[in-house]
């Protein structure tokens, strides 16, 4: 079965320039989740959807940050502008009904360096 | 989120079994327990998962107290791909996941 999938892989751009991450959930899966990991903070929850619908987004660090669920088999993660500070490895998450209990199974991550 | 604590570090020999232990003193009564790895440039993989009993599947085997303060998980046979960093977690139904620090482990040939 096809895990989830993000792309880019890599994405490297200079600071100011609009970025976007783009994740394929499992499908069937109702929920899914935005993380950011960086050495410092570790892996941090940003947005959460459930059923394509925004949930929490408290983790969503400032309005340069937005994301987006237009339908169950995709979503985007945009960041306008870009900053240095920005520079993470960004992963994708989903789970099924009741992700209280069922685990997420996570992408393999868009590394993400702003020059 | 009930916190938890894990050692940064940990070694093991290749074959043997690795028992990588977590204390969460605060857990409540509606929290479970979770635990995940990470191996280097890929994302977080869903290992096991338990409430009271003691769960095993395919990878490996978690043990929790009876007093569910602590757990402990095994890989009964490690090989050198299980080298990674070890996420135990714990959450109430409906909430989110919060990853720690973690425990890295290096299996040795």
């Known amino acids: 079965d096809a895990g989830v999938i993000q792309s880019p892989r890599h994405e490297v751009t200079e600071m100011g320039q609009e970025v976007t991450l783009r994740c394929k959930p499992i499908?069937?899966?109702?929920?899914l989740f935005w993380y950011r990991q960086t050495m410092m903070r570790g892996l941090e929850l940003l947005i959460y959807?459930?059923?394509?619908?925004?949930?929490?987004d408290s983790g969503m660090p400032e309005d340069r940050f937005s994301a987006k669920m237009p339908n169950a088999s995709f979503s985007t993660l945009k960041i306008q502008p870009s900053e240095p500070r920005d520079s993470a490895v960004y992963f994708c998450?989903?789970?099924?009904?009741?992700?209280?209990?069922?685990?997420?199974?996570f992408g393999d991550g868009t590394r993400l360096s702003i020059l | 989120d009930a916190k938890t604590t894990q050692p940064p570090s940990m070694d093991c020999a290749e074959g043997r079994a690795a028992n990588l232990p977590c204390n969460h003193s605060?857990?409540?009564?509606?929290?479970?327990v979770y635990w995940y790895r990470q191996i280097h440039s890929q994302g977080p993989q869903y290992i096991i998962h338990?409430?009271?009993n003691n769960e095993t599947n395919e990878m490996a085997s978690l043990i929790i107290t009876e007093d569910r303060k602590s757990s402990t998980l095994i890989l009964p046979h490690a090989t050198l791909r299980d080298t990674a960093v070890y996420y135990c977690?714990?959450?109430?139904?409906?909430?989110?996941?919060?990853f720690g620090t973690g425990t890295s482990l290096t299996v040795i040939p």
């Open positions: 998450a989903s789970s099924t009904m009741g992700g209280g209990v069922q685990p997420q199974h």
């Open positions: 499908s069937g899966h109702d929920y």
């Open positions: 959807f459930n059923n394509n619908v925004p949930i929490d």
């Open positions: 605060t857990i409540s009564g509606n929290e479970y």
């Open positions: 338990g409430l009271k």
């Open positions: 977690i714990v959450r109430p139904t409906g909430n989110q996941f919060y």
